[in-house]
């Protein structure tokens, strides 16, 4: 079954945060996470209990899969550009 990283993002240093990226994707790929959303136009319909503000979507083969990516020892030494460059909220949602 299909899990979903699901990533809101209020980038404070934009120039880090480019770092970040170009060493997340290509980890991200090799544990077979596919980009399905990256901080494209948000149209907010219902904002109650959150309002996003830079959306990022990630597709992979199951949630224990994304698990081991976002705890693999690989993606903890990148993870720390990230959060220097940025508030974030991160979810890993089970599919269908």
């Known amino acids: 079954m299909s899990a979903y990283l699901i990533v809101d993002t209020r980038l404070g240093d934009p120039d880090t945060y480019e770092e970040y990226k170009a060493k997340a994707r290509p980890l ?9 959303a990256r901080g494209g136009d948000l149209i907010p319909r219902e904002t109650d209990l959150w309002s996003p503000t830079r959306m990022v979507l990630i597709r992979f083969p199951d949630v224990e899969t994304a698990r081991a990516c976002l705890d693999s020892p690989e993606y903890q030494a990148i993870v720390g550009i990230s959060r220097r460059s940025a508030r974030r909220t991160v979810v890993i949602l089970e599919g269908l």
């Open 28 to 36: 991200i790929e090799q544990w077979g996470g596919e980009y399905l």
